[in-house]
């Protein structure tokens, strides 16, 4: 029998050949994700350098962090930001939960595809328009009522965060299994008791993931809130882009890194939340 | 249920009637009918003569948004497919490390990772610091505030929406196929090609448009990285409502981005459901 030819499939395999892999496929990958962390880590680095200049690594020291933290407009939109984020993430946990059981738990209805969309619609429409149709609309209350307080910016955050508090409790609610409703039924539960002891119970960490996501979200947001805002309502995101009009200072790295570092707890224990099995 | 209609499309009816208004003196609107908030966004009035003649710099805008987003795509595109092929071809347990890995940066904040591209290729940034100290260049080379910058920035960030639905589709990419196609005398590149490409086509479409449509509408990442002289559609907008103060303009070119939004969006479902009937 001839040797199989160097091309042969059977030539190949013996080589340990195998189709899951492509030539320069791996390498590409690990390049890109080289690069995508490549960028965060110097950002976190160099918000523990000592001195002001970016070009020169001066020793580490925790400068820029007592920096930021004694100053006082940073406090102030911090604190702006975590109350923010708290109530808007909590007011569309609620609602979000209310749409997630209309939408699975009732027979099918017409316009439920319209709900849908309605629902995602901040998913979709670019952020920068969103957020000019609520500088439009909020300019005209505010003329009308001359209150300028936080509810606008309150309103508008609980909006674009419904669309992500209602996506993992969706897929919860969808993936539970409906036999204990239908049990607690048939043992006479009222509906609101079965509601209380059986499907919140098990929905719960899809709660819980949908108020996080909705909280990290709500405490990324620059444009919608850029608009929103009235004068002296910065919230941490805003105010680092105004500081960026100027020289970037230290200052800015060491709240990203803050930021960043809170951003990725939340996502870590929300991935824990919905990889969970139970 | 009313407070969710109320909030999605209330906004949106009032950017229309803004459009048709006239620009008030000191921002805001007179309710007084008017066409120029949308004939403005192509043509401008010389304020000389009269005459009418084209927005050249709301065009040159378009050009930018346009071609800038087509290059992002392409790149995401590049970087996006070896990666998301990477990540599903993994033994199952190291797969959910990779994929959190690829995850985690896109629920981080879009400034902070602006902030880092900055810190990357500002004139004392990094990259410059290193080709300096290697004496590969005299003097640091300028990459802030260009086309450049926009297109790198737009890239980093959403690259993440690239990977995710290739490696969804990828993940179900039935190998038996690709075996098939080498057992019948194919080269690596051709099975590529001719087996696996079509079959992750879905994955590539949906990546694109996500990564299209918020490429068109970026605010942040032109505004830090591109600065006053590189504007994109979404600064445009803001300039209308900022310092512009011709709000009826803004509403017109909000309404022409989303638009332009819908289309790319409606364009896809199309492509999704034809590529269904196909089989």
């Known amino acids: 029998m001839a040797e199989p030819s160097a091309t042969s499939p059977r030539a190949r395999r013996q080589r340990g050949y195998s189709v899951r892999t492509l030539p320069g496929f791996g390498l590409i990958a690990i390049l890109t994700f080289v690069t995508i962390y490549a960028p965060i880590m110097i950002l976190v680095t160099f918000s523990f350098n000592e001195g002001t200049s970016m070009a020169q690594w001066q020793g580490f020291s925790l400068h820029w962090y007592r920096e930021a933290a004694a100053n006082e407009i940073v406090k102030d939109a911090a604190l702006r930001s975590l109350i923010l984020a708290t109530i808007a993430a909590t007011i569309a946990t609620v609602v979000a939960t209310m749409a997630a059981l209309a939408t699975t738990r009732t027979r099918k209805f017409t316009g439920q595809t319209m709900i849908y969309t309605l629902i995602n619609q901040p998913l979709m429409v670019p952020e920068i328009v969103t957020a000019v149709a609520l500088l439009i609309v909020f300019a005209w209350i505010k003329v009308q009522t001359g209150y300028s307080g936080m509810i606008y910016l309150i309103a508008a955050h609980t909006a674009f965060c419904i669309p992500f508090a209602y996506l993992p409790i969706r897929a919860r609610l969808e993936t539970m299994d409906t036999s204990f409703e239908a049990a607690a039924k048939d043992l006479y539960a009222s509906r609101w008791m079965t509601f209380r002891r059986i499907t919140l119970p098990l929905m719960w960490p899809g709660i819980v993931a949908g108020l996080m996501l909705a909280f990290v979200i709500s405490l990324d947001d620059v444009v919608i809130t850029e608009f929103v805002k009235s004068a002296g309502q910065d919230t941490l995101p805003t105010y680092m882009l105004g500081q960026l009009r100027r020289t970037v200072t230290p200052e800015v790295n060491a709240i990203s890194t803050v930021i960043l570092i809170a951003g990725v707890i939340l996502v870590s224990l929300f991935f824990r939340l919905t990889n969970q099995q139970d | ?279």
């Open chain 2, 1 to 279: 249920m009313v407070i969710i209609i109320l909030a999605a499309a209330g906004p949106l009816l009032v950017m229309v009637v803004y459009s048709f208004l006239t620009p008030g003196d000191y921002g805001n609107v007179k309710w007084q009918f008017s066409l120029d908030g949308w004939t403005s966004t192509l043509v401008q009035r010389d304020i000389f003569d009269d005459t009418l003649m084209w927005a050249d710099a709301n065009l040159s805008i378009f050009w930018r948004s346009f071609s800038l987003s087509m290059i992002t795509t392409v790149l995401t595109l590049i970087f996006g497919v070896p990666t998301a092929w990477f990540i599903a071809t993994q033994p199952p347990g190291k797969r959910e490390f990779w994929l959190f890995l690829m995850t985690v940066p896109f629920w981080t904040n879009l400034l902070v990772r602006t902030i880092a591209i900055q810190e990357l290729i500002r004139s004392e940034g990094v990259i410059n610091l290193i080709l300096l100290k290697l004496h590969i260049i005299d003097a640091p080379i300028q990459m802030m505030f260009t086309n450049f910058a926009i297109t790198f920035g737009m890239t980093y960030v959403f690259l993440p929406l690239m990977v995710l639905p290739i490696y969804a589709a990828v993940d179900k990419l039935d190998f038996r196929l690709v075996e098939a196609a080498h057992d019948l005398y194919a080269g690596r590149w051709t099975a590529f090609r001719r087996v696996i490409l079509p079959l992750i086509k879905p994955g590539i479409i949906a990546g694109s448009i996500l990564v299209f449509i918020p490429s068109l509408g970026a605010y942040v990442t032109p505004r830090v990285l591109g600065g006053g002289k590189n504007l994109m559609f979404g600064n445009l907008i803001d300039l209308q409502f900022g310092a512009g103060r011709n709000w009826p303009l803004g509403a017109a070119l909000s309404l022409m981005l989303m638009a332009a939004t819908i289309i790319a969006l409606m364009w896809y479902v199309r492509i999704t459901s034809k590529e269904q009937a196909d089989g």
